[in-house]
């Protein structure tokens, strides 16, 4: 069984075979269902998330399983949006009771509400969205509209209310056999749970469905999926990161090829600017992940509302720090002071601090106030202290492996 999704299917190409109808009905539903957020996010009542991590995969691909170890790996932490709970909203139930087919219109509108929810302002991951066409190109114009404000909110009071989008599609992937295993024992243990919850009268009844317990509707899903959802993911890979992770072995494996695959890139959630600003500083192999939303934050407001002292600061780190830290490169920690004036501004150490620790350096900064002569008073013959500044910076890395013979 390969490990590796197939290449799309060669009977249409995703990037080209868009029809006219589906790219006019994604903009009308786009349009519909951005006209209901628009007005909060313009007001600046309600923010987008700066990141959106689509999730897609095939049934029994262990989406719910994962979606912990990606949250982590992402700092998020508010909960996925599941797309199928979305279905069973009290908005979406209104509709079904009162005898209405629940399209993609729907769905759309309703997710991009949930979008708009406070928790998700840092990062969210959806799951289960997009599956079709419609969906594809509503995403698509999802981020070209997030582009287009952050471009109009450039110089004004928003422009730190609309970051920069970081939209990532993920997409788990186990092979036709697995996915089937996955479905049957899926609806067996929920058979069984459900048994024993009409015989001790303990519990919560699970939904059983129909598809989980057929070897043969096992095959239709987990096909439908690769001929139709699979394929018009492609479509995305032009346009956005695009992560296809092997989901097929035991969980521990699947929690260690996420923390591979999700490795930390500033250069996909930076601007461009702020990137081009640092990029030169030599980068740490790892990075504290658990703050770097509010580390990215951080550098683009100083590249943003300071950028003459960013530079400065960066100016610094290149004289003085990096070549400290290679001379240190062995043991992992450069301990550096400086009677620097420009570090009397705590603006300015925290830049450095930031800096560094964007690049994958543990820094630190701590000041000490010592009093030294200034001059001798000619009428006492005192001499006349003054309380002068001086900054220390420890620079903690992974330092070089030296490999000696026996």
């Not at 989008?165 to 186990?174: K, M």
């Not at 004036?341 to 620790?357: H, I």
Request: hydrophobic fraction near 40%; include cysteine; charged fraction near 25%.
């Amino acid at each position: 069984m390969p490990t590796t999704p197939p290449p799309p299917s060669k009977q249409r190409d995703p990037l080209r075979g868009e029809s006219d109808e589906a790219v006019a009905q994604a903009t009308a539903i786009f349009q519909s269902a951005w006209s209901h957020i628009e007005p909060k996010v313009l007001s600046g009542a309600s923010r987008l998330p700066r990141e959106i991590i689509w999730l897609g995969g095939a049934p029994g691909a262990g989406k719910g399983t994962n979606t912990p170890f990606i949250l982590r790996e992402r700092g998020i932490t508010a909960p996925a949006i599941v797309t199928s709970d979305l279905l069973n909203a009290p908005e979406m139930r209104m509709l079904k009771d009162a005898g209405t087919l629940v399209g993609d219109a729907d769905v759309v509108r309703l997710l991009f509400e949930r979008l708009l929810e406070p928790a998700h302002t840092a990062g969210v991951v959806v799951d289960g969205f997009p599956r079709t066409r419609v969906q594809v190109e509503c995403v698509k114009r999802l981020y070209e509209q997030m582009l287009q404000l952050r471009a109009t909110s450039r110089g004004t009071s928003r422009a730190g209310l609309v970051p920069k989008p970081s939209f990532e599609i993920v997409v788990l992937y186990v092979g036709e056999k697995e996915s089937v295993e996955r479905q049957l024992k899926r609806g067996q243990e929920t058979v069984l749970h459900n048994q024993r919850v009409r015989d001790t009268g303990v519990g919560d009844l699970l939904e059983e469905r129909a598809t989980d317990v057929s070897e043969e509707a096992c095959r239709k899903r987990y096909r439908v999926f690769m001929e139709q959802t699979y394929d018009v993911l492609q479509s995305l890979k032009q346009t956005f990161h695009f992560h296809v992770i092997n989901a097929q072995s035991d969980i521990a494996s699947v929690e260690r090829a996420i923390i591979t695959e999700f490795r930390y890139q500033s250069s996909l959630e930076l601007d461009e600017e702020t990137f081009d600003a640092v990029r030169h500083i030599p980068l740490a192999s790892e990075i504290v992940v658990s703050a770097r939303q509010r580390l990215v934050e951080r550098l683009e407001g100083y590249q943003r509302d300071h950028s003459g002292l960013f530079r400065q600061v960066i100016a610094v780190i290149d004289h003085d720090f990096v070549p400290a830290i290679v001379v240190q490169a062995v043991t992992g920690l450069a301990e550096l002071t400086t009677d620097n004036d420009l570090f009397g501004d705590p603006l300015a150490r925290r830049m450095l601090v930031d800096v560094l620790n964007e690049r994958g350096y543990r820094t630190t900064a701590t000041v000490e106030t010592r009093e030294v002569p200034m001059r001798i008073d000619p009428a006492t013959y005192e001499i006349v202290l003054t309380k002068k500044a001086r900054y220390h910076f420890e620079v903690h890395f992974q330092g070089s492996q030296i490999r000696r013979g026996n």
